[in-house]
Structure formats: C-alpha cells, structure tokens
C-alpha cells in the first residue's frame, strides 16, 4: 500500500480513507496550513486543488496541496508555520 508520494494523484476519498489530512505550502514564502478536505468532492485530486488556489499571506499561486501524515513515532501532526 502506498499513499505518500508526490506523484501518485490520490483523491480526496483516499485522503479521507487514509487519515491523512489536507496540506497547503506555498513554495514562495513557505507557509503550511491544513485545508478542510469536507469542502471538495470525493473525486476530486489533491494535486489539482493547489492550482486553484492563491497563497493567503503573500498572493502567490505557485502554492501546492498533498496528503500529511501524523509524524509515524510520535503520533503528532506537523505544525502549521510561517
Ligand atoms: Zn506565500
């Protein structure tokens, strides 16, 4: 089974099945949120998300999507930043 991987287009459903939640990273000024997942469809893929969205903090487009894991030792979920 794999899930992580930027090249694999996972869909929200298998975001979703998989636990894992909704990243966003701007690639200009770095900043990383969670995003609802509730809002998409079940088809809808990660990937493509980021493509329709602007950075909040410095207005770039060039901002990504992927699936976040909880970090596998100590169970926590990375921290939102910048
Ligand atoms: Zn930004």
């Not at 459903?13 to 000024?29: I, P, T």
């Amino acid at each position: 089974m794999t899930l992580l991987g930027e090249d694999i287009p996972m869909t929200i459903g298998e975001l979703n099945a998989s636990g894992q939640r909704l990243g966003l990273k701007c690639q200009d000024c770095h900043r990383f949120r969670y995003m609802r997942a509730a809002r998409y469809p079940v088809d809808t893929k990660i990937a493509v998300i980021g493509g329709t969205l602007r950075c909040a903090q410095c207005g770039s487009k060039n901002v990504q999507t992927f699936a976040v894991a909880r970090h596998a030792e100590t169970g926590y979920w990375p921290a939102e930043g910048n």
